[in-house]
């Protein structure tokens, strides 16, 4: 019975992930071809693709988007091997990985935000360079940061983004007992070989885990192509990344720029398969000439470098996390903060205040999406976990999974979220909050499930089978023994699940018709706003918040072994006085 | 006749593994040896009803004279305890012995809780019901976990290498205690090891597996 039910739940997790990237994709590709019929268009023609490639400026953004998200997701794998194979075995890791942790949780558009506040012409850095020099703010015409056409300040935002989700996910696959063996097993034997740390790192651990790490990345470089906060905020305007430039289009009061944003959705899909083929295209090449490079026996690998460059990437964020903190603090607290000072004139609680008046409703709206969704995906993931360790599935629906888990991943959501709302308005016009619900999950599931299936992989299944030969069916088992033995990993994934949700901007602001405002979304349109010290504000509180959820992930389960343990404090003391007599 | 195994034939995908047919009387306790990969934990789960996908059994497992080869695990009354203790840290020493009676044998849960202090107090762990598991000994987790094996009221035990990571003045001790509770409750049990000595303190027939 729980079996079945279990079973039916993994089906339903897969159809929630499948429906709406497929409804999306088929309701871009209608007026994509011309099909619209909302505005009168009802005849399938390439007319549309035709006016797009038409324009001055579409190979430009079409450039953009590569050049950023290829460029990108490279600088940050290459960013956070480098960084493995200096700490993989200090005792540095963990403080590497509490330093970079947070960074998974923050959301793209506050990260965009933070980095426009240190490293604007008027930002930190440049108020700490003009220190005794002129106090006039350098011209916008000719800086890199921020606005860039070139696409560098994207680039390099999108990989302090996805440098500390590269190295998270290859430290959560090195930690699988199986491969956390093996690898120890490698490594011992490559040290008595002969081969430095570094040439060890790069020429064992990294060929073991990469196939492990690859469908992650593949995420990363997908997202990178297509991302729409990022570029929003940091990119130039003339012209624009090409998913910016479809937000923009969709966007459009002149409802028949609809069918150019749908086409251009199309071409964002090939952009990011394109995208794809490179990277897979690169990896044999490296692979090609890693094979040759390893049989030639060279005991080093540039370890100077590699540890040179591991340190320059700490520092480099280091500088940046301080000099964000520091100066978003300032902003938000002041009355007056002119260039070149590196303290505000006076302080003020001001925009506190402004803020917590105007974000009442977009911050229970945010907590109440984030819980709903959080802790229904958390049902759904368990659930389905449970049912791969009732009745494994063979080898290839396995692999059919894992590519569905991954769809809403690979699929660039600018180009599927605009055909489901679409689609939404056309089954159920009204429900907002439930289409803006599915946007949500359709993000959280995949992410969480990863989260959740470590967890799952490293439980002693002998446990399940002692309850199970006490005579405990399986739904016993699952609640009795499973749920309280990974309680810590559960409110982790929860946590992480209800940050994700916080994070979200075009799904949200898509899926509800902009009706539900949200942290995120108020963020977002701040910038374009007056008051740099309200945004500030915002950025702290998007910061602050997917943390409240790993407190209590952190702190409950603490708590709850605190209370079993007082009874053993009793014990010992009791068992003390029995060893004294 | 209280577990017998007739004619069988555990196969991983369409190899068969290992032949098994015998049986088992009432407080015998049957010993499996066998080199490494020979199957003796998959024979267990095949009798515990606990093998999966790819493997596969044939043949009949009767327990009491009855067919139990499409049983589900949980319906089958067979404890199974493995060479760690296996006790769930999130409950209490008595609350792990109370999970695995059978509900609804007791009248109330006071009187549940005086046979479990009782069943302690006769294994000479009198008190310590209320212990967290983690503050107990190796020798103390060995003898909750066989406590609570057979509080689940078991029609067989299987035994999977259950003293080899005991020290060896632990081990006989533990070893003759188990067996003899085993064999004053009449279960018939099912013992993998590698240990010879292990195998003459059983006392039963002992048969070897070689991988075929």
């Avoid at chain 1, 953004?61 to 997701?73: A, E, H």
């Avoid at chain 1, 990469?210 to 906060?229: D, H, R, W, Y």
């Avoid at chain 1, 479809?246 to 086409?263: K, P, V």
Wanted: proline content about 4%.
């Amino acid at each position: 019975m729980f079996a079945q039910i279990t079973r039916i739940v993994r089906w339903c997790l897969l159809l929630l992930l499948c429906i709406p990237v497929l409804a999306g994709l088929v309701g871009v590709a209608f007026p994509a071809l011309g099909y619209f019929p909302a505005i009168g268009a009802n005849t399938f023609s390439l007319d549309v693709f035709k006016e797009l490639f038409a324009r001055d400026d579409i190979w430009q953004m079409v450039w953009l988007s590569l050049f950023s998200g290829v460029g990108s997701t490279l600088v940050a794998m290459a960013g956070a091997f480098l960084l493995l194979a200096s700490f993989y075995q200090s005792k540095w890791l963990s403080r590497v990985q509490g330093l970079l942790s947070p960074f998974l949780v923050f959301p793209h558009a506050a990260a965009a935000i933070a980095l426009l506040f240190a490293l604007s012409p008027s930002g930190i850095f440049a108020r700490i360079a003009a220190i005794g020099t002129n106090t006039v703010i350098p011209g916008t015409s000719d800086t890199l940061f921020p606005y860039d056409s070139g696409g560098l300040s994207v680039l390099l935002a999108l990989s302090l983004k996805e440098l500390p989700f590269i190295i998270l996910m290859a430290l959560s696959v090195m930690s699988q007992p199986l491969v956390k063996s093996k690898l120890s097993g490698y490594i011992k034997v490559g040290t008595a070989l002969g081969y430095s740390p570094s040439a060890v790192f790069f020429k064992l651990v990294i060929p073991t885990v990469f196939a492990q790490i690859k469908l992650p990345i593949l995420a990363v470089l997908v997202f990178a192509t297509s991302n729409v906060e990022i570029p929003l905020i940091l990119g130039g305007n003339n012209p624009s990344t090409l998913a910016v430039a479809i937000m923009h289009w969709f966007n459009h009061i002149d409802l028949s720029m609809r069918l150019l944003a749908s086409s251009a959705a199309v071409l964002q899909v090939a952009v990011s398969a394109l995208a794809l083929l490179l990277f897979l295209g690169g990896e044999r090449i490296v692979v090609y000439v890693g094979k040759i490079r390893l049989a030639k026996g060279n005991r080093r690998f540039s370890d100077g470098l590699v540890h040179g460059a591991a340190y320059s990437i700490v520092a480099l964020y280091v500088s940046l996390i301080s000099a964000v903190v520091y100066s978003v603090f300032m902003f938000s607290i002041a009355k007056q903060w002119s260039f070149p000072f590196l303290l505000p004139e006076g302080t003020t609680l001001l925009h506190w205040n402004t803020a917590f008046e105007a974000l009442a409703t977009p911050l229970s709206n945010s907590l109440l999406l984030g819980g709903l969704v959080s802790t229904s995906a958390l049902g759904l993931v368990l659930f389905t976990l449970e049912s791969e360790q009732l009745k494994p599935a063979g080898l290839n629906a396995d692999r059919a999974f894992s590519v569905s888990l991954f769809l809403p991943l690979l699929v660039p959501g600018v180009a599927f979220l605009y055909g489901l709302v679409w689609f939404q308005q056309l089954v159920l016009q009204n429900a907002v909050w439930f289409h803006t619900y599915i946007a949500h999950m359709v993000y959280v599931v995949p992410y969480m499930f990863l989260s959740m299936a470590v967890a799952y992989r490293k439980f002693d299944n002998r446990y399940a089978m002692v309850a199970q030969s006490l005579g405990k069916t399986p739904w016993q088992v699952f609640y009795y023994i499973k749920l309280p033995s990974l309680f810590g990993a559960i409110m982790v994934a929860w946590a992480l699940g209800l940050a994700i949700s916080f994070s979200q901007y075009l799904p949200t602001l898509l899926a509800s018709g902009g009706t539900i405002a949200t942290i995120t979304t108020e963020a977002v349109a701040s910038v374009s706003g007056s008051s740099t010290r309200l945004t500030a504000v915002f950025v702290i509180i998007q910061g602050v918040m997917p943390l409240v959820g790993f407190v209590i992930a952190w702190y409950l389960p603490a708590a709850l072994v605190k209370q079993g343990s007082r009874v053993s404090a009793v014990e010992k003391k009791s068992r003390a006085v029995l060893h004294g007599a | 006749m209280a577990l017998s195994l007739e004619n069988l034939v555990v196969s991983h995908a369409q190899n068969a593994l290992l032949k098994v047919n015998v049986c088992v009387n009432d407080g015998e306790i049957l010993t499996v040896m066998g080199p490494s990969g020979a199957g003796k934990s998959t024979l267990l789960q095949a009798i515990s009803g606990q093998l999966h996908a790819p493997f596969s059994v044939s043949g009949k497992v009767k327990i009491n004279g009855v067919v139990v080869n499409d049983k589900a695990a949980h319906l089958r009354k067979v404890g199974i305890m493995f060479q760690d203790a296996l006790l769930f840290e999130h409950m209490s020493v008595a609350e792990n012995i109370a999970f695995a009676m059978p509900s609804g044998s007791y009248a109330n849960q006071q009187a549940k809780m005086d046979t479990i202090d009782e069943m302690l107090g006769a294994v000479d762990l009198k008190g310590i019901g209320e212990r967290s598991v983690t503050t107990l000994s190796g020798g103390q987790q060995a003898r909750v976990s066989l406590l609570r094996t057979l509080a689940s009221t078991p029609d067989v035990v299987l035994l999977d290498e259950p003293f080899s990571k005991l020290d060896i003045a632990l081990r006989e001790q533990i070893r003759s205690w188990t067996f003899k509770q085993l064999k004053e409750r009449n279960i018939p049990a099912v013992l993998v090891t590698h240990d010879k000595e292990d195998s003459l303190a059983a006392g039963g027939q002992i048969i070897e597996l070689s991988p075929c």
